[in-house]
C-alpha cells in the first residue's frame, strides 16, 4: 500500500534529517546531520565552523526541509549582507528546490517560498529590524517559527533582540552558524551560553579530509595545508579549520585563554595594582588605571606614542 501524505510527514517530523535524502536528493556528511538533530531536539543551536564544510547548503536544506514537513510554518532567514541573503542562502534554496527528487508544492521567488497565507519562508537583510516581528505569525495555529542566521558574525544586535521574541516560545527554532573568528559580541555570547546547544563543523571531519580526496563538495585538502602554513597553534588554523574560536582576535592583546584562566582571581584588599589598557598607535587612547586597597585612586591616558614610548611611561607610573 502506498504511503500516504500524513504519514511521510509523520516519519519526517521523527527525524528531520531524514527529508533531505528521501525528498531533496541531498548527500549530507554526519556533521550536517547531528545539526538537524540538534535544532530539532534543542531549538536554539549555535555552530561554530570551519571553512567551506558546507553551511550554506546546511541551512538551504533546513529551510525547504522545515516548511515542507510543518503546514503554516514560517522561516526567516539573513545574513550579514543582502548579497549574501539573496545570492548565497536564497541561491542555494533555488538549486536544492529545483533539483528535489519529489515536486515540492508554493511559489519560489527569488528571496521568499511561499505555501500559503501563513507558509512560508522569506530571506531579509540586516537593515530591516522592524521587519523581523512583523514577519511572526500571529495566529496560535501558525506557531513554528525557524529564524537562521547564516555567517551572523557581523549581524547588529537589534536583529538579534527581534528574532530573540519571535523564538521565545516552545514552537520556535533559531540556528545561527559563522566562522569563529571574533571573541566577542553576540555569536561568542551564544556559544558560551547555557540557553544555546552548541555544536562544532571541523575541515578535519569533513568526509573529503577524512578521505583523502574531494568526494562531495567543500573543503579540500589543498585548503587545509595552506591553513596549515600558518601553525597548527596559528588562530588562522583554528577559527578557519578547527571551526573554534582563536585566542584572540584581529585587535587582540591578550589571549582568551588567559582571561577565562584568570576569571577566579581575587584582588588582595591592602595592595596596590595597576591595569593598562594599550592602544593601536594612532588609534585609541592608552589609559591606565591605579588601585590603591580595591579602590580607583588615579586614572591617566595618553595618545600618539609608540610602543617604547608607553613602555616608559607605563613604568614611571609603575
Known sequence: MPRRPTDELRRYRRRWSRFPPDALGIRQWSGQRRIFDAIQRHHWVAVKSGHKTGKTHLTASLVLTFLSIYPNSRVIT????????????????????ARARRPLRGQLGTMSWRLGPRWSAIGMSTNQPDSFQGAHADDEESGRVLVIFDECQDIPMDIWTAARSMVSGRDGYWLVIANPTRVSGPFFEACHSPE????????????????????????????????????????????????????????????????????????????????????????DSNVACILQDRTVVAIHEWRGADTMETTGRVLELA
Open 196 to 283: 544555546w546547544q552548541v555544536e562544532t563543523l571541523s575541515c578535519l571531519d569533513h568526509p573529503n579530509i577524512r578521505a583523502g580526496e574531494k568526494i562531495m563538495p567543500g573543503v579540500t585538502v589543498e585548503e587545509v595545508e595552506k591553513w596549515r602554513t600558518y601553525g597548527e597553534d596559528s588562530p588562522e588554523w583554528a577559527c578557519r579549520v578547527l571551526g573554534e574560536f582563536p585566542d584572540v582576535d584581529d585587535y587582540g592583546l591578550i589571549s582568551l585563554r588567559s582571561i577565562i584562566e584568570s576569571a577566579g582571581w581575587e584582588m588582595a584588599e591592602e595592595e596596590t595594582h595597576m591595569g593598562v589598557d594599550i592602544a593601536r598607535f594612532g588609534r
Open 78 to 97: 539573513t545574513a550579514n549582507t543582502e548579497r549574501q541573503v539573496r545570492e548565497n542562502v536564497w541561491g542555494e534554496i533555488r538549486s536544492q528546490h
